[in-house]
């Protein structure tokens, strides 16, 4: 079964662009997972979505959105880059329910590095 | 609130030893907790996983974890380190229940260091 995809694997972009970065879950996966993970902060839970809908969202400023497809694959954007926003960018799949209460397993992919310039 | 506190922020061993790599955590309701290891420039990959059926947990690559619930704890545990096993690891609390969401809380990490 093929592992979960990311594009692009490497992005530099300038500040006030915008990005967009994608993630294809494995398949049956309909629960996908953005983290943002950088040196200072270590890794933080961006956004959530199930079934197309967001199911929970991060401490993250509104320049950071997403959104899924019928297909569960996965797009984040943020707008109005920053400096600040330099990370490795890593997306999550998983089964979308949990099991008598517990968390199915979560499988990542290879992450997007975003440079901010 | 879920959290989750790894101990030690740097660990060095000697090829052939035991490792222990602390990890403490907090929980209102009882835990889904992970181990997941990262090498350099690489994603996470899944160690192992507690979720209520088992306390004595065996992962991947010769990793086990115990859950102590008495003492709030998850230390990840290998009898005899492999200069492979140098990466980064985390411990994860899940921070959904009942379905919710698969939000995961990750600590700090730990970064084990191999010796020859």
């Known amino acids: 079964k093929a592992g979960v995809t990311q594009t692009p694997r490497y992005l530099i972009k300038t500040r006030g662009q915008q990005v967009t970065l994608s993630c294809s879950p494995i398949s049956g996966h309909r629960s996908v997972s953005w983290y943002q993970q950088t040196p200072g902060q270590g890794l933080q839970f961006l956004f959530e979505y199930f079934s197309e809908t967001q199911r929970n969202k991060g401490n993250f400023p509104g320049r950071f959105s997403g959104r899924q497809f019928s297909n569960s694959r996965s797009e984040m954007n943020v707008s109005t880059l920053e400096l600040g926003d330099s990370a490795l960018y890593l997306c999550?799949?998983?089964?979308?329910?949990?099991?008598?209460?517990?968390?199915?397993?979560?499988?990542f992919g290879p992450g997007t590095r975003l440079t901010v310039t | 609130a879920q959290s989750v506190t790894q101990l030690d922020s740097h660990v060095s061993v000697s090829e052939g030893t035991p490792v222990l790599l602390r990890c403490n955590y907090s929980s209102s309701y009882s835990p889904s907790l992970f181990w997941y290891v990262q090498h350099p420039n690489k994603g996470l990959q899944l160690l192992l996983k507690y979720t209520s059926a088992a306390t004595l947990v065996k992962g991947i690559n010769g990793f086990e974890a115990e859950f102590k619930k008495s003492e709030t704890s998850f230390h990840l545990t290998k009898p005899s380190a492999h200069m492979s096993d140098a990466a980064e690891y985390f411990c994860v609390v899940g921070h959904g229940y009942g379905g919710a969401t698969n939000k995961l809380i990750f600590g700090t990490g730990t970064l084990l260091a191999v010796q020859p």
């Open positions: 999550a799949s998983s089964l979308p329910h949990s099991l008598a209460g517990g968390l199915y397993e979560q499988y």
